[in-house]
C-alpha cells in the first residue's frame, strides 16, 4: 500500500523532526516520501544554533521535478520560514487542486527557535490556509492564528471552528500543551468536531511529534484513506513511536519511528 507524498520542509540535522522524519513516517507506514527542502537547520535535541534559508524558486523548483516526473498523492508542508517561500509552495499546490494538502503551520522548534517569521503569519493565513485540506496547529501555533489564548478543550473546539471558516476543509488542533495527564485533540470538520484522548507519557522524547503526526495523517490520506481513519492511525503510530523512543540526547529526545519495522521484524538479535 503505497501513496506518494511530497513533503515541503526543512531540515533537522539531529534527525527527529523537519524532512528527516517526515520521511521516516512516511516510510513507516508504507508510503514513499519525496521532499522539497526549504530550509537547512543546525539542531540537535537541546535546540535550533543556526538556519540556512533555500531560495523560494529552489524550493519550488524541487517541487516541480519531483511532480513532473514521480507525481503526487499528497503534499505536506512544516517548516516554511518565510512569506516569499509560502508563496512559492502556495503555487505549485494550487495546480494541483484535488490532490489531499497537510499544512503543519511550524513555528517555534521544541527548544524555543522561532522557525516562522512574524510577518509571515499573515502570507500562511491568506495562501495557504484555504489550500489545506487538513491544518494541525499546536495550541501555541493556534494562539498565533487565532488571535487568543487556548485553555480548555472549550476554547480547541472553538479555535479549530475558527480555523476552519478560514479556509482549511478541516482542523486538527493538538493538545497537547494543555496540562493534565489527559490529552486531547480537537478534529474539526464541516460535519462536526470529533475528540481524541489519550493518557499523557510520561517521557522528554517528543522531538518531532507534529511533524510526525502530520506526515503520518498525509502518508494516509495519500493511500485513499478517510480523513478520520488515516488520523486515527497516524494518532496510535505517534504513541507506539512516543512510547518505544530510544533515548537518544539531552534534551528533547526522537521518537522511534521505526517501530513499525520493529514490529514486523523484530528488534535486532531478536
Known amino acids: 500500500m503505497k501513496g506518494r507524498v511530497l513533503v515541503i520542509a526543512g531540515s533537522d540535522s539531529g534527525g527527529g523532526a523537519g524532512i528527516q522524519a517526515d520521511i521516516k513516517a512516511v516510510t513507516a507506514l508504507g508510503g514513499f516520501a519525496m521532499t522539497a527542502v526549504s530550509a537547512l537547520t543546525v539542531q540537535n535535541t537541546l535546540g535550533v544554533s543556526g538556519i540556512l534559508p533555500v531560495p523560494p524558486d529552489f524550493v519550488a523548483a524541487q517541487m516541480r521535478s519531483v511532480l513532473d516526473d514521480i507525481g503526487v498523492d499528497a503534499f505536506k508542508s512544516g517548516m516554511l520560514d518565510r512569506g516569499e517561500v509560502i508563496q512559492a509552495v502556495a503555487a505549485e499546490v494550487r495546480a494541483h487542486p484535488d490532490v489531499p494538502y497537510v499544512l503543519d503551520p511550524v513555528m517555534v ?90 493518557t499523557r ?60 519495522v520493529d514490529s514486523a521484524w523484530g528488534a535486532p538479535g531478536a
Open 109 to 198: 522548534a521544541k527548544g524555543g527557535s522561532r522557525l516562522l517569521q512574524d510577518d509571515a503569519v499573515e502570507t500562511l493565513m491568506r495562501h495557504l490556509v484555504p489550500l489545506a485540506s487538513l491544518l494541525t496547529p499546536n495550541l501555541p501555533e493556534a494562539e498565533v492564528l487565532v488571535g487568543h489564548p487556548i485553555r480548555t478543550v472549550d476554547d480547541m473546539s472553538r479555535a479549530a471552528e475558527t480555523l476552519r471558516r478560514a479556509g482549511a476543509r478541516a482542523v486538527l488542533l493538538k493538545g497537547g500543551h494543555l496540562e493534565g495527564d489527559i490529552l486531547t485533540d480537537v478534529l474539526c470538520e464541516s460535519s462536526g468536531i470529533a475528540l481524541f484522548s489519550d
Open 201 to 260: 507519557l510520561p517521557t522528554r522524547h517528543t522531538h518531532g511529534t507534529g511533524c510526525t503526526l502530520a506526515s503520518a495523517i498525509a502518508a494516509g490520506l495519500a493511500q485513499g484513506l478517510a480523513l478520520r481513519e488515516a488520523v486515527e492511525r497516524a494518532r496510535r503510530y505517534l504513541r507506539a513511536a512516543i512510547a518505544t523512543a530510544p533515548g537518544y540526547g539531552a534534551g528533547a529526545g526522537p521518537l522511534n519511528h521505526a517501530v513499525t
